[in-house]
Each structure stands twice: as structure tokens, then as C-alpha cells.
């Protein structure tokens, strides 16, 4: 079985995490909406923000779990406290290398346009184009970073190691790049998601309340982003534990097939 076929099946048989994911995001929104600019509402939104990355470190805990072929081994809660940390740090350093390129890189993509076209767009026009390009680029970036550096951090943690997560991931991005391919085709996937519903909901988007075609993207965006992340820890699993089972899904059936009572 390919790696994108084996990730997809993994996923599609815990697709209720992609539902709690997109649920958590979807709730930040709607609570960040609701807030506007009222201080009154920090502390709802501290509390969601909060709630919203426990829950995506606790899911990613367990997808990583599921790529490593144990079950039942650590508890969602447990994840999600232990994975806080070093996640949270692992997501600024790679902020702080994406948003600077995807800021160069769509400026000089715009300042490059202008001067080829000579447009006559507006300031606003200007900066909205600049914030859609950008914002897609920084979403791809920031992705790709944390694509093999995710499941590395969390591999670390659970030995009580400690590493250049970011750096390591990077060359293995470079170092299996045929199966790295589908991957990053997911990643740019979501971005492109991400940009079309930012475009749809216009200039005013960030006003705007969200809509069934939002949670419906966020849902589609946390299934593609889960499914990637599997298939990177089986990248990363297989480099460096060569004796992990081909297909961990594989033996699960297979135990749960056969005859006789459990071992």
C-alpha cells in the first residue's frame, strides 16, 4: 500500500479527530467574533485559544501514536499536556522563519506585478492582494516546516530527547522527496483552501460571522492537515526505527482477525 493510500485509510478510520480539530477552530472563531474588540472578552478568548491548541496537540499525539502501531499506550490528556511545551516552542520557531519569507517573497511578488502591469489598483486593493498571496505563502511555509519536525518533536518527547527539530525535518523533506511529494501536495492543498474561503468572504472577512462553508473548509483543511501528518511520522518512523511494521493498520486487522483468544 502507498504511503498517501495507507495515510488516507488511517485517517478515514479516526475521522472523528479531524471533526474535534475543526470543532476547536471553528469555536476560537466564533468566540473571537464575538468578541470584536470588547477587552471584556479576553479571558473567553484566552480560554479558547487554550482549549483549542490542548486539543490539537492531544490529536496529534494520538495520530503520531497510531503511525507508531502502539495503541493505547498514552491517553489524549496525557498528549496534550506533555506535548504543550515543546510544540508551542516548536510553532514559534517556525513562525519566526515562514513570516518572513512569505512577507518577502509576496512583496516582491506584487512590487514585481506593479511594475510589469502598471496597475492602477487602489492602496486597499494593494494590501488585500498582498495579505491573500502572503497569507497562502506563510500558511505553505509554515506547514512544510512543521511537516517532519511535528512528528520528530514528538518522538523526542516521548524518549526525553531533545533536538534541531526543525532543521532535521527539513532534510528529510529534502532527503525523501519521493515521498515527500504527495505530502507537501496535501499542505499546498490546504493553503489553496485557506485562501479561496479568506477570498470568498471578501475584504470584510475578518468581520464577517462564520458560515457553513468555513466549517465545512476548517473540517476539510484538519482531515488533509491529520492525513498529512500520519504519513510524516511513517516517513520519520520507518528512517529511523527500520524495524517498524510495514503497515501498522495492517497488523491491527490482521490481530483482530484471527482466530483463538487474544495472546
Known amino acids: 500500500m502507498s504511503l498517501l493510500r495507507e495515510s488516507f485509510a488511517a485517517i478515514n478510520a479516526r475521522f472523528h479527530l479531524a471533526g474535534f480539530c475543526a470543532l476547536a477552530d471553528l469555536l476560537l472563531v466564533i468566540t473571537a467574533d464575538a468578541a470584536g474588540d470588547d477587552p471584556a472578552y479576553i479571558v473567553p478568548v484566552c480560554m479558547m485559544v487554550t482549549i483549542r491548541f490542548l486539543t490539537l496537540y492531544g490529536i496529534l499525539g494520538l495520530v503520531f501514536q497510531a503511525a507508531s502501531g502502539r495503541t493505547g499506550g498514552i491517553s489524549f490528556a496525557r498528549y496534550a499536556s506533555a506535548l504543550a511545551r515543546p510544540l508551542l516552542w ?18 516582491l511578488g506584487l512590487f514585481g506585478y506593479l511594475l510589469a502591469t502598471g ?35 514528538i518522538r523526542s518527547r516521548e524518549r526525553g530527547e531533545r533536538g534541531p527539530h526543525v532543521r532535521q525535518g527539513w532534510q528529510i523533506l529534502w532527503a525523501s522527496g519521493s ?17 479561496g474561503l479568506l477570498y470568498l468572504r471578501g475584504p470584510e472577512a475578518q468581520d464577517a460571522p462564520p458560515d457553513i462553508p468555513m466549517a465545512l473548509g476548517l473540517l476539510v483543511c484538519s482531515y488533509l492537515e491529520l492525513v498529512a501528518l500520519y504519513g510524516a511520522a511513517r516517513v520519520v518512523l520507518r528512517r529511523l526505527e527500520p524495524g517498524l511494521s510495514a503497515d501498522p493498520g495492517l497488523t491491527e486487522r490482521g490481530a483482530s482477525s484471527a482466530p483463538g483468544p487474544p495472546a
Open 119 to 153: 496597475s492602477p489598483a487602489t492602496p486597499d486593493e494593494h494590501r488585500a492582494a498582498l495579505e491573500l498571496w502572503g497569507g497562502t505563502l506563510f500558511d505553505l511555509a509554515f506547514s512544510l516546516l512543521l511537516l517532519y519536525s511535528t512528528p520528530l518533536c
Open 179 to 195: 515521498e515527500s511529494l504527495p505530502l507537501v501536495g496535501l499542505l499546498a492543498t490546504v493553503a489553496a483552501i485557506h485562501a
Open 90 to 107: 516548536l510553532q514559534l520557531k517556525a513562525l519566526m522563519i515562514a513570516l518572513p519569507i512569505a512577507s518577502l517573497l509576496a512583496g
